[in-house]
């Protein structure tokens, strides 16, 4: 999800939706958010800790909640 804010800043918030969680339904899962100024990207590094966050949240079973 990517909402604009003041100053033409842009925040950013990774979610993932996940289905396979035991004895819950599905969850809405938010893993980080971020923010940067107007026209430039997110580093590469960043979207690599989403990606890591995302594979350590899959990988317990039962979820973590809280």
Same mark, same amino acid.
Do not use: I
């Given at each position: 999800?990517?909402?604009?804010? =003041? ?7 990774? $979610?993932?939706? +996940? /289905?396979?969680?035991?004895? *819950?339904?599905? *969850? *809405?899962?938010?893993? /980080? %958010?971020? +923010?940067? =100024?107007? %026209? /430039? /990207? *997110?580093? +590469? ?11 350590? $949240? ?9």
């Amino acid at each position: 999800m990517r909402v604009n804010g =003041p100053r033409r800043y842009h925040y950013w918030l990774f $979610c993932l939706l +996940d /289905t396979e969680a035991e004895g *819950l339904g599905p *969850l *809405l899962v938010v893993l /980080t %958010g971020a +923010d940067k =100024p107007f %026209g /430039t /990207t *997110l580093s +590469d590094a960043a979207y690599a800790e989403v990606r890591r966050l995302g594979a350590e $949240c899959r990988r317990r079973q039962p979820r973590s909640l809280g």
